[in-house]
């Protein structure tokens, strides 16, 4: 359940720094470099969270929110990824509706020429 939570709170940290610091920089770019901030600032809150009253208990956060970072970056590198192929997708499709396009109108020219032809006989 602690990944569940490390992964929120990255994200959530992660989140306002792009709000805040990272608005210019492009979009792979200020998730990485949002995520790589806010760990270490995470991972701090967590280990005074549960000192209970004692000291903090910092190996334990840093390995916790490490291992909720390393999942947020993974999951954004899918994501990236899968957003990048439905562009080629996209452009790719597009490109064959307008050879298809430009065929059918090569057709109907041949098709008129034909019936024109068929006419003069």
Do not use: C, H, R
């Not at 949002?34 to 000291?55: K, L, M, N, R």
């Amino acid at each position: 359940m602690f990944i569940l939570g490390s992964i929120l709170g990255v994200y959530i940290f992660s989140f306002l720094f792009i709000l805040t610091f990272f608005k210019k920089l492009k979009t792979p770019k200020k998730q990485f470099y949002s995520i790589i901030i806010s760990y270490p600032i995470v991972s701090t809150i967590s280990a005074f969270g549960s000192a209970d009253g004692g000291d903090p208990n910092y190996l334990s956060g840093f390995i916790d929110y490490g291992v909720g970072s390393i999942i947020l970056i993974i999951i954004y590198l899918i994501y990236f990824k899968f957003e990048n192929d439905m562009k080629n997708t996209s452009k790719e499709f597009e490109k064959s509706v307008t050879k298809i396009q430009k065929d059918l109108k090569e057709i109907e020219k041949s098709g008129e020429q034909i019936k024109n032809n068929l006419k003069d006989f």
